[in-house]
Every structure is written in C-alpha cells, then in structure tokens.
T-cell receptor, first 112, second 113 residues
Framework: DGGITQSPKYLFRKEGQNVTLSCEQN?????MYWYRQDPGQGLRLIYY???????QKGDIAEGYSVSREKKESFPLTVTSAQKNPTAFYLC???????????FGPGTRLTVL | DQQVKQNSPSLSVQEGRISILNCDYT??????FLWYKKYPAEGPTFLIS?????DKNEDGRFTVFLNKSAKHLSLHIVPSQPGDSAVYFC????????????FGAGTRLFVKA
C-alpha cells in the first residue's frame, strides 16, 4: 500500500526549541517537497529535493533545514530562527519535475 | 506577488447543479496546470490537470478549461455532490523552470443537499 506518511499529526513545542517533522514515502519517487499552509493562503514551498543528497530552497526557507540521506525520507527541522512556526506542514513527492504531487496527511505544529 | 489567484474564497452550490471554480495566473511561462482537492486535516489529493497545448480536459464529472490568452482556467463539476464539499486548490508550474509548483489560496466549495 504505497503512500506518504507524516508523523506526528499534531505537535506542540515551546518557543525556542527546534523540532523535526518526519516524512516517509514508499512510492519510489525521486522528488520530495515540504510546504507550509497558513489560514487563507495557498501552499508555500519551503524546500524541495530532486534526488538523494541534494535539496534546494523554496520561497520561504528561512528558519528551516532539511536532509535527504535516503530516497524514502525527507525530514524537516523547524529551528528557533523561524519567527512564526505555528502552521500546517505538508510533505509531498512526485515522480519527476512536472506532474501531480502526492501529499501526506500533514502535521499541525503549534509553538507555545 | 501572487502568481496564481483564486479570487473566490468560497462557493455554495445546490446538489445536482454545476460548480464552477475559477483561477487566474500572471506568469505566461506556466505551461502545466493542476487542480487539487483537500478535506480538513488531510493533505491535498490530485484531481485533474491540463497542459498548455490543450484548452479542455475532462475526467468524469470534472472538466478543466484553459484560456491562455486570458491567463484563466476553470474547474467545472457537474453534477455537484455533497461529497465534493472541500477546498480546491489551483496550481501551476513552469515545466522548463524546475520543480516549483505555485498554488493558489484555494476556494472552499459547499454543496448543499
């Protein structure tokens, strides 16, 4: 049963703490993405990776970091430098450059 | 600067009638357009797409129309069903420019029984 999993579904952290969001896919997709969704806004691209050991900044990369050590995994770390980290975070993957992306269920991060 | 705009935050339609969701874009380099559907607390799921070489693509109850000269696309759902109630995102990408897909802010569709 192929798909993308994100964990946890809800996450609470204190201000000033780093937190890592998990994203795993078993679709054998080369490309993976992290988006952030805020109320009334579309999905904004944080980082994307075209291939293992390579990743590129998206439109709002400041305060975030990623790694892509395995094809299946693309974890996102929200650092203390991110000024407004409370949001809904979505991970996605795709076969290639153009075409549909497959999304995980999302993680809602709340920083207290 | 929003390159993909969905100007209607919400739309309410009676069951059985047609739903028309609109999307405008500003970047003439976009050549591939997608619609995604999203239920609350879930990730978006792909619905239908269209390449810039076409002006219409149909899949069951869903049809996407593309007007390149107006930089406008629309999603038609007919007949609308209560299960279609969700947020619909329009998205666009430049096939020559890498992996970036730009999403609109979404339109929340309510289909009343």
């Amino acid at each position: 049963d192929g798909g993308i999993t994100q964990s946890p579904k809800y996450l609470f952290r204190k201000e000033g703490q780093n937190v890592t969001l998990s994203c795993e896919q078993n679709l054998n997709h080369d490309a993976m993405y992290w988006y952030r969704q805020d109320p009334g806004q579309g999905l904004r691209l944080i980082y994307y990776s075209q291939i293992v050991n390579d990743f590129q900044k998206g439109d709002i990369a400041e305060g975030y970091s990623v790694s892509r050590e395995k094809k299946e995994s693309f974890p996102l770390t929200v650092t203390s430098a991110q000024k407004n980290p409370t949001a809904f975070y979505l991970c996605a993957s795709s076969i290639g450059q153009v075409g549909e992306q497959f999304f995980g269920p999302g993680t809602r991060l709340t920083v207290l | 600067d929003q390159q993909v705009k969905q100007n209607s935050p919400s739309l309410s339609v009676q069951e059985g009638r047609i739903s028309i969701l609109n999307c405008d874009y500003t970047n003439s380099m976009f050549d591939y357009f997608l619609w995604y559907k999203k239920y609350p607390a879930e990730g978006p799921t792909f619905l239908i797409s269209i390449s810039s070489i076409k002006d219409k693509n149909e899949d069951g109850r869903f049809t996407v129309f593309l007007n390149k000269s107006a930089k406008h696309l629309s999603l038609h759902i007919v007949p609308s069903q209560p299960g279609d109630s969700a947020v619909y995102f329009c998205a666009a990408s430049d096939g020559t420019g890498g992996f970036k897909t730009i999403f609109g802010a979404g339109t929340r569709l309510f289909v009343k029984a």
